[in-house]
């Protein structure tokens, strides 16, 4: 499939019509919680970076602007919550753009200055700056935005998730050495996975974060990035792909050294535009493949995955800004109304994936599951495919995962349960013996190694090396006559092991 992001990017912001919009009439339905937002800039000093409009040679630690959203319950009456032209504030600093003033925002950047654009920016969110995090532990949501896009680009949703109960982390995407993208979009790929993954590190910092369940978002590009890091860090527990490139861009994604389909193992949703007209691909040059293929959804084996396509939303539509900014394109945009309501049901979904995969809610995974009018909205707004994970192979680390939690105890009970659900399942008997070890000769833990040992010689009775191993994790906790019987034991199945018989006549003397 031959496109580049650029004409991608091109073709999802064609400027033809206005939109008329509102935060009031996407109408998104909030959670419990007040909604904080703290801004800050953090700086990453394994990375160098340039601001390409100070036009110099000065090289800086990587800055990273961070936005935080997060579940509050502090009394907000009388405080104000913020304007969306305090987001486009924030934009205007990722752009290096920070003297700016505030009216020339508009056109500046990406969006034309007219009278509903303005109004937009004195529209009230459900944000209020730097009120106090709530009490408890919550997921954490970390947001990678689209190709040289600003963090802010999806506050809407960001501000939903964090009303029930997300915290939501995200910077800008920007380049390698600066602000803009190099012609080598595989190493700015890698460039926002490791953005995403200093974010990750950043989570970790904030007291209400529940850092056992972390999942990752992304629109457009930063759907690339996700899957990179998802690939590498076993803390990722689901992903969410707003309208990802990884549909698109597949072959990108193969120049990372670091991807593999086969290890995308945990939940992950895609949600696509409509497919575009006829019209569209053969002005706009676009292969039509684009409406059809995705390779990535097609390899993956090892998770439930989950592809819905909204048939009144393009590309753009899938952010906020994109919403209520962007120009609509005669050719194939819907009406705004129909926009607004297809992007809320996109946060919808969202979140029900979130509270299904990251709260295990099963009731939240059947919203997904269900038709159109089980879930109260008419036909032909969105399709719906579902993938399921092919049967995985049981392994030794699921064993020992399950083994430890039960401080070693009852293993031969353990591992029939197990054979019961599993029957191809198998344990190496050399992984026994190097686990029985690493165990024994920690002081902390030997007594589990001589448990795992007394399970694996029930296993594998017939095995020198286990009894000459027990033995010897008996002789290092100073139980010599269990050390004794097991070397027997051992010589008496391998007459030749020297090891059993030099301390055998050391133990005798």
Same mark, same amino acid.
């Given at each position: 499939?031959?496109?580049s992001?650029?004409?991608?990017?091109?073709?999802?912001?064609?400027?033809?019509?206005?939109?008329?919009?509102?935060?009031?009439?996407?109408?998104?339905?909030?959670?419990?919680?007040?909604?904080?937002?703290?801004?800050?800039?953090?700086?990453?000093?394994?990375?160098?970076?340039?601001?390409?409009?100070?036009?110099?040679?000065?090289?800086?630690a990587?800055?990273?602007?961070?936005?935080?959203?997060?579940?509050?319950?502090?009394?907000?009456?009388?405080?104000?919550?913020?304007?969306?032209?305090?987001?486009?504030?924030?934009?205007?600093?990722?752009?290096?753009?920070?003297?700016?003033?505030?009216?020339?925002?508009?056109?500046?950047?990406?969006?034309?200055?007219?009278a509903?654009n303005?109004?937009?920016?004195?529209?009230q969110?459900?944000?209020?700056?730097?009120?106090?995090?709530?009490?408890?532990?919550?997921?954490?949501?970390?947001?990678?935005?689209?190709?040289q896009?600003?963090?802010?680009?999806?506050?809407?949703?960001?501000?939903?998730?964090?009303?029930?109960?997300?915290?939501?982390?995200?910077?800008?995407?920007?380049?390698?050495?600066?602000?803009?993208?190099?012609?080598?979009?595989?190493?700015?790929?890698?460039?926002?996975?490791?953005?995403?993954?200093?974010?990750?590190?950043?989570?970790?910092?904030?007291?209400?974060?529940?850092?056992?369940?972390i999942?990752?978002?992304?629109?457009s590009?930063?759907g690339?990035?996700?899957?990179?890091?998802?690939?590498?860090n076993?803390?990722?527990?689901?992903?969410?792909?707003?309208?990802?490139?990884?549909?698109?861009?597949?072959?990108?994604?193969?120049?990372?050294?670091?991807?593999?389909?086969?290890?995308?193992?945990?939940?992950?949703?895609?949600?696509?535009?409509?497919?575009?007209?006829?019209?569209?691909?053969?002005?706009?040059?676009?292969?039509?493949?684009?409406?059809?293929?995705? $390779? +990535? @959804? #097609? &390899? %993956?084996t =090892?998770?439930?995955?989950?592809?819905?396509?909204?048939?009144?939303?393009?590309?753009?539509?899938?952010?906020?800004?994109?919403?209520?900014?962007?120009?609509?394109?005669?050719?194939?945009?819907?009406?705004d109304?129909?926009?607004?309501?297809?992007?809320?049901?996109?946060?919808?979904?969202?979140?029900?994936?979130?509270?299904?995969?990251?709260?295990?809610?099963?009731?939240?995974?059947?919203?997904?599951?269900?038709?159109?009018?089980?879930?109260?909205?008419?036909?032909?707004?969105?399709t719906?495919?579902?993938?399921?994970?092919?049967?995985?192979?049981?392994?030794?680390?699921?064993?020992?995962?399950?083994?430890?939690?039960?401080?070693?105890?009852?293993?031969? $009970? +353990? @591992? #029939? &349960? %197990?054979? =019961?659900?599993?029957?191809?399942?198998?344990i190496?008997?050399?992984?026994?013996?190097?686990?029985?070890?690493?165990?024994?000769?920690?002081?902390?833990?030997?007594?589990?190694?001589?448990?795992?040992?007394?399970?694996?010689?029930?296993?594998?009775?017939?095995?020198?090396?286990?009894?000459?191993?027990m033995?010897?994790?008996y002789?290092?906790?100073?139980?010599?006559?269990?050390?004794?019987?097991?070397?027997?034991?051992?010589?008496?199945?391998?007459?030749?092991n020297?090891?059993a018989?030099?301390?055998?006549?050391?133990?005798?003397?």
């Open positions: 499939m031959r496109i992001l650029f004409q991608i990017f091109i073709l999802f912001h064609a400027t033809l019509l206005t939109a008329q919009t509102s935060l009031q009439e996407i109408d998104l339905e909030n959670g419990k919680y007040h909604v904080g937002f703290h801004h800050y800039i953090a700086a990453d000093s394994t990375r160098t970076y340039s601001r390409v409009f100070d036009y110099t040679n000065k090289k800086v990587r800055p990273i602007p961070i936005n935080l959203w997060y579940p509050s319950e502090q009394n907000v009456s009388g405080a104000k919550p913020l304007l969306v032209l305090d987001y486009l504030e924030i934009l205007k600093e990722e752009e290096e753009w920070e003297h700016l003033p505030n009216e020339q925002i508009l056109n500046w950047f990406y969006y034309p200055n007219t509903a303005q109004n937009h920016l004195a529209e969110t459900t944000a209020y700056a730097n009120v106090g995090y709530s009490k408890g532990k919550f997921p954490v949501i970390i947001y990678a935005p689209s190709f896009a600003s963090s802010i680009e999806n506050f809407a949703l960001c501000e939903y998730l964090a009303s029930h109960g997300f915290v939501v982390v995200s910077s800008p995407s920007r380049g390698t050495e600066t602000r803009w993208f190099s012609n080598n979009n595989a190493k700015e790929m890698e460039t926002q996975a490791r953005d995403v993954e200093f974010l990750i590190k950043e989570a970790g910092k904030y007291p209400m974060v529940d850092y056992g369940k999942a990752i978002m992304g629109f590009f930063g690339l990035s996700n899957i990179i890091v998802q690939n590498r076993d803390k990722i527990k689901a992903i969410v792909s707003l309208d990802g490139t990884e549909r698109y861009q597949y072959g990108l994604l193969t120049k990372s050294p670091f991807f593999n389909a086969h290890n995308l193992d945990v939940p992950y949703i895609h949600m696509a535009q409509k497919d575009i007209p006829e019209i569209v691909l053969k002005e706009d040059k676009i292969n039509a493949a684009l409406n059809t293929e995705f $390779q +990535l @959804y #097609d &390899s %993956i =090892k998770s439930k995955a989950y592809r819905l396509k909204f048939h009144n939303l393009t590309h753009s539509h899938f952010s906020t800004l994109g919403v209520l900014f962007a120009n609509r394109d005669k050719r194939q945009d819907k009406s109304q129909k926009i607004m309501e297809s992007y809320k049901w996109v946060a919808m979904y969202t979140l029900h994936f979130l509270e299904g995969t990251i709260h295990e809610d099963i009731n939240a995974l059947k919203f997904i599951e269900n038709n159109s009018h089980d879930n109260g909205f008419a036909d032909g707004l969105v719906l495919q579902i993938k399921q994970p092919e049967n995985k192979k049981y392994t030794f680390q699921g064993f020992n995962d399950l083994a430890s939690t039960r401080n070693y105890e009852n293993l031969i $009970q +353990l @591992y #029939d &349960s %197990i054979v =019961k659900r599993h029957p191809s399942f198998e190496p008997e050399g992984h026994l013996n190097t686990l029985g070890l690493q165990l024994v000769f920690n002081p902390n833990t030997s007594k589990q190694g001589i448990q795992v040992f007394l399970f694996g010689t029930k296993l594998y009775p017939n095995s020198a090396n286990l009894y000459d191993s033995a010897e994790g002789l290092f906790m100073g139980d010599q006559e269990n050390a004794i019987e097991s070397f027997k034991k051992s010589l008496e199945l391998n007459p030749q020297q090891n018989i030099y301390r055998l006549e050391k133990l005798k003397k």
